[in-house]
């Protein structure tokens, strides 16, 4: 199989792996007697998790050993996705999902530095590509998932997908190699001065802002489609469609930063996101929540891979992996946060509560990134 189907497919499977769990939650959180509490924990887990992937990991992908990283990922995903089916202890589904949760923050980076070497022409619009796979394997995974359990029972997709993971493993150990990595030069490492540079720290900012969605959608949306009367294949159906737009227009949305630059592509993308996120909080039917979904996604596929390019331009080859890493870490770090605040703050507050408050989160973080981005494309020549 070709190396430029081989890693999106892997991808796909590790996100899926991890995002399925979204479509069970209220499932788990039943047949486990679990509080509302102790689900945004587990939530948080992965998230929290995949950062020791995305930076302590990264770098490796900028020294020749992205092999290692990605194939290393795909058994360790797929140990964290069995676990989390044969656990029935909340610290023992938490340690699962860490670890499944650290096998794709290890795999993603690597996944990048890989394509964007073999063809650099094309870098923004691989990224974007990569940005819709894994964006569409994490949010069709609960659709997958709740097909999967109608047929057996709420562990048969944790299993199929530890399967999975370790049989792509092998094929992707064999071509892996055939791509050069970027060695960093000879001399002081960039890793700190680069994150002094405004341009970098905006694209990690604005990740942060973009990603912060993701923690609450994690925690909460299950249990509020299930407060909703929507039923578990609907919640999954649901989460499903939402990846739809990444898959059609994250390319795009590539091609378009690439075309105009993520000055201009940002902010009306950004705008979208959180006047969506705001109305979340005031939709009571499932169709209807779903449908703005669909919207909210259309403008996070064309926010998201602007931010990437803004990362790309940002960083030199030999950085570039840390510098992917460290900001989808920032951005797992924001949904984290986002996902073990949520869960307690629906329990006690309610639906409009919590919207309003990652809403206004999200603008005031997204304003200093962008308001960052722009003060350093003035003195910063390849930021427009």
Known sequence: MPISRFVPISLFVQAASVGMVFALLH????????????????????????VFGQVGLAPLADRGKGRELMVGAM?????????????DDVWQLVAARAISGAALGAFDPAAQALVTTRDPDRAGELLGKLIGVRTAGFLIGPGLGAVVAEFGNNDTPFFVTGVLLLALAPGLARIAPTAAMPVPPS??????????????????????????PVGLYDAIWAILMDDR????????????LYG???????????KLADRHGPL?????????????????????????????????ATFNAVALPATQAAMA?????????LGFGVAAAAGQVS???????AAPVYAAQGQFFVFALLAAAVAVVAAGGYVLLRSASTTTPHQS
């Open 27 to 50: 499932e788990v959180q039943d047949e486990n007697n679990l509080s509302t509490a102790s689900i945004g924990l587990i939530s948080s887990a992965g998230l929290l998790a995949a």
């Open 75 to 87: 058994v360790v995903g797929s140990l964290g996705a069995v676990g989390f089916a044969l656990g």
């Open 187 to 212: 001399g002081p490492t960039s890793r700190t001065t680069m994150f002094r540079r405004r341009p970098t720290l905006a694209a990690i900012i604005l990740t942060a802002a973009l990603v912060m």
């Open 229 to 240: 009367g929507a039923s578990t294949l609907f919640t999954g159906l649901t989460l499903s």
């Open 244 to 254: 739809v737009p990444f898959i059609l227009l994250a390319p795009f949305g590539g």
């Open 264 to 296: 201009r592509t940002l902010p009306l993308a950004i705008l979208g996101v959180i006047g969506v996120t705001v109305l979340y909080g005031a939709l009571e039917t499932p169709g209807v929540l779903m449908s703005f979904a669909m919207v909210e």
């Open 313 to 321: 331009r940002a960083t030199e080859e030999h950085e570039r992996a």
């Open 335 to 341: 949904a984290g946060i986002a996902a073990l605040v």
